[in-house]
């Protein structure tokens, strides 16, 4: 097929044009090389593949990615395109609404044109859109419940409670059909880029799947973005002789997917011929806290370097969220291949040696700065 993978030259999407190529697919790539992620360049970074064609372009601009579209006769469109960091969306909020959900209208606005051959459309959802995830409490059962209160967190009890009984709960895995009830502006994005593009496909009868991706981690990860996925930032630190820095406890309970993972969930989705519209969630399927993934890094890296935990907590964080993946097993097969520790060896492999700046401690003054880390002499 001719498949647009837009945000193609990021961290994800490149894996994924990779993975296209691999299976025959002609592929285009449509990426603005936003300079956060790519640094101050024109050009698209050494790892993206010279098979694809490359188009430098704003996913805001109907004309541009209509003209692509058509050009490069395409027939699938990989949604990527992305303004991505929880903590930066709170305080930028116009530029997260304006690319995640402009963006993604002004893809839906390129294909309600005419003269083109798109049928069906796969976007990059996340579980970030869940808000918390699912829990049981002992004596209620499953409980759908409502973000921590700031009373609460002001006394260090991070675990969600019951509604009912008070009663510490159990993280649960979070299924689909959980009601989504984003935290973030970011979370808030994503969701609406996922609903958007599903409303518009049952509309015009064209074919679309979200793929609701967890924590995602692995190679081309920008390890000087400080608003990129939790291990990069870890690592960043670590390279640099520094504590990875840990919100609340540490306990926190996140499912990590490694990118060959999400690529294979997205090859899977394409090889499937799904008809109407699809939500899948993917990850592993298992919970690790934040305190073992920076232990596990500073052991692989080998440095004798402990977390730092700060007692502190950032607006729009959750406490636990694992994947419920029996929809998507069930439906296209799906399993993640490699498991947690082989994948953290891989990935500190990969960027070893690389250029990393650590500007965790900008990216923190930026959130203190605006009430949005509280705790300790905020109290």
């Not at 306990?251 to 899948?280: C, M, P, T, Y």
Request: aromatic share 8%.
């Amino acid at each position: 097929m001719r498949i647009l993978v837009t945000g193609g030259a990021g961290f994800i999407g490149s894996h994924l044009v990779d993975g296209l190529l691999a299976e025959g697919h002609e592929v285009s790539v449509y990426d603005n090389l936003d300079e956060q992620v790519h640094g101050a360049t024109s050009q698209p970074p050494q790892y993206l593949s010279p098979e694809a064609a490359f188009v430098k372009g704003d996913v805001r601009d109907v004309d541009q990615l209509l003209a692509t579209i058509r050009k490069h006769r395409i027939e699938a469109i990989f949604h990527q395109a992305a303004a991505v960091g929880v903590g930066q969306s709170m305080y930028e909020p116009r530029r997260y609404v304006d690319v995640n959900c402009v963006g993604t209208a002004s893809l839906l606005e390129a294909l309600m044109q005419s003269g083109h051959r798109v049928e069906r459309v796969f976007v990059a959802s996340s579980m970030s859109i869940y808000g918390e995830g699912s829990y049981s409490c002992p004596s209620h059962g499953l409980l759908d419940v409502d973000v921590r209160s700031p009373e609460q967190l002001s006394r260090r009890e991070w675990e969600v409670r019951c509604p009912s009984c008070s009663a510490v709960t159990i993280p649960a895995p979070t299924s689909e059909d959980k009601r989504l009830r984003p935290t973030s502006i970011y979370a808030t994005t994503k969701r609406d880029q996922e609903e958007l593009v599903l409303e518009f496909a049952a509309a015009y009868g064209l074919r679309a799947v979200a793929l609701r991706y967890f924590n995602v981690y692995g190679p081309r990860q920008a390890l000087s973005n400080p608003y990129t996925g939790v291990m990069a930032i870890f690592l960043a630190r670590l390279f640099n002789g520094k504590s990875p820095v840990i919100f609340e406890d540490g306990l926190q309970g996140r499912d990590f997917v490694h990118v060959s993972d999400i690529v294979k969930a997205n090859l899977l989705a394409l090889g499937a011929n799904l008809e109407g519209q699809s939500v899948f969630n993917v990850g592993r399927g298992e919970a690790v806290t934040i305190m073992d993934v920076a232990t596990s890094l500073a052991e692989i890296v080998g440095v004798e370097i402990s977390p730092e935990t700060t007692n502190r907590y950032r607006a729009g964080d959750i406490r636990h969220c694992v994947a419920d993946i029996d929809n998507i097993r069930l439906a296209l097969g799906f399993s993640a291949s490699v498991d947690l520790r082989s994948g953290l060896r891989r990935y500190v492999e990969s960027v070893r040696g690389a250029e990393a700046f650590d500007r965790t401690e900008t990216a923190m003054k930026e959130l203190m700065t605006r009430g949005l880390i509280l705790g300790d002499e905020d109290d």
